[in-house]
T-cell receptor, first 112, second 113 residues
Framework: DGGITQSPKYLFRKEGQNVTLSCEQNLNHDAMYWYRQDPGQGLRLIYYSQIVNDFQKGDIAEGYSVSREKKESFPLTVTSAQKNPTAFYLC???????????FGSGTRLTVV | GENVEQHPSTLSVQEGDSAVIKCTYSDSASNYFPWYKQELGKRPQLIIDIRSNVGEKKDQRIAVTLNKTAKHFSLHITETQPEDSAVYFCAASYGGSQGNLIFGKGTKLSVKP
């Protein structure tokens, strides 16, 4: 799994519901990222964290929230404020700036 | 803001032919340029990368070239095979303090047997 695990693989959300996507890494890396992928849109950055207890908004943070209480964990909450949450969500880790990312296997979120 | 342009968005080649995907970036401070391959329904995986102090890097059938003056970098795949069919993403490190990657929108490569 490249030292990074996402769960669940598939998630269904009802209208008005908050859901949390899990991302865990076991390589003691500081940097973690959340991306959203829609067909034809590439990868868009939602949030990132370079250190425990600190995180920054990416390009499309509205309707999402994160926490970084432990180095190994970076969960993403998709809130009811996110009006179009159906997408493929990818978490990534990196050993340092200017290094490649290793992605998790992704969570496919669908609104029902 | 900073961005990475990737072309073409789709590319179809015959098995055995070469494929070239090109990217341009806007941040002159970018110094790290990875390429990712994503098969359908799977995670993107790093296939090759290059740093700004190198003009070309090769790994078997895959090569990447970088022209810092023109802010261009390209992925070259020779002797393509059906298993090369996937979406390929280029990326460039953002020159700010975080060094985050900015991704292109992807190229869907189809290799016809």
């Amino acid at each position: 799994d490249g030292g990074i695990t996402q769960s669940p693989k598939y998630l269904f959300r009802k209208e008005g519901q908050n859901v949390t996507l899990s991302c865990e890494q076991n390589l003691n890396h500081d940097a973690m990222y959340w991306y959203r992928q829609d067909p034809g849109q590439g990868l868009r950055l939602i949030y990132y964290s370079q250190i425990v207890n600190d995180f920054q908004k990416g390009d499309i943070a509205e309707g999402y929230s994160v926490s970084r209480e432990k180095k190994e964990s970076f969960p993403l909450t998709v809130t009811s404020a996110q009006k179009n949450p159906t997408a493929f969500y990818l978490c990534a880790r990196s050993r340092d700036r200017d290094y490649g990312y290793t992605f998790g296997s992704g969570t496919r979120l669908t609104v029902v | 803001g900073e961005n990475v342009e990737q072309h073409p968005s789709t590319l179809s080649v015959q098995e055995g032919d070469s494929a070239v995907i090109k990217c341009t970036y806007s941040d002159s401070a970018s110094n790290y340029f990875p390429w990712y391959k994503q098969e359908l329904g799977k995670r993107p995986q790093l296939i090759i990368d290059i740093r700004s102090n190198v003009g070309e890097k090769k790994d078997q059938r895959i090569a990447v070239t970088l022209n810092k003056t023109a802010k261009h970098f390209s992925l070259h795949i020779t002797e393509t095979q059906p298993e090369d069919s996937a979406v390929y993403f280029c990326a460039a490190s953002y020159g700010g303090s975080q060094g985050n990657l900015i991704f292109g929108k992807g190229t869907k490569l189809s290799v016809k047997p």
